[in-house]
């Protein structure tokens, strides 16, 4: 199976979008679940990471304030709420999976060798 992000476009500077993650046949519910960026020429980082329960949650300090992570098990889907949007956020953003419902704590949240499972990507692009 293969993790699907959405929700992804062309917004200006200050906008807001919402970024879904679906695991069609897939119990997404019972698996925490990041989100991961990749800005042109660069690396590929974690932006924020939710518990299956939905209780614990982590962000990057540069995503911190501005966007909400979030879930609804009834539906399998992650949400990644994006507001004061910034140009530096346009980047292919990525959903994945860990194996464990509990957010791993033998690796960073942010660290892509703590997830098993991944979707294509969804772009982001923010204008000036």
């Known amino acids: 199976f293969q993790l699907q992000a959405s929700g992804g476009g062309l917004v200006q500077s200050g906008g807001s979008l919402r970024l879904s993650c679906a695991a069609p046949?897939?119990?997404?519910?019972?698996?925490?679940t990041g989100w991961f960026r990749r800005a042109p020429g660069k690396e590929r980082e974690g932006v924020s990471c939710?518990?299956?329960?939905?209780?614990?949650?982590y962000y990057a300090d540069s995503v911190k304030g501005r966007f909400t992570i979030s879930r609804d098990n009834a539906k399998n889907t992650v949400y990644l709420q994006m507001n004061s949007l910034k140009p530096e956020d346009t980047a292919i953003y990525y959903c994945?999976?860990?194996?464990?419902?509990?957010?791993?704590?033998?690796?960073?949240?942010?660290?892509?060798?703590?997830?098993?499972?991944w979707g294509q990507g969804t772009l982001v692009t923010v204008s000036s």
């Open positions: 994945a999976a860990q194996r464990t419902g509990r957010v791993r704590n033998d690796t960073p949240w942010d660290s892509i060798r703590a997830y098993d499972y």
């Open positions: 046949g897939f119990a997404l519910g019972f698996h925490a």
């Open positions: 939710i518990g299956s329960s939905g209780f614990r949650t």
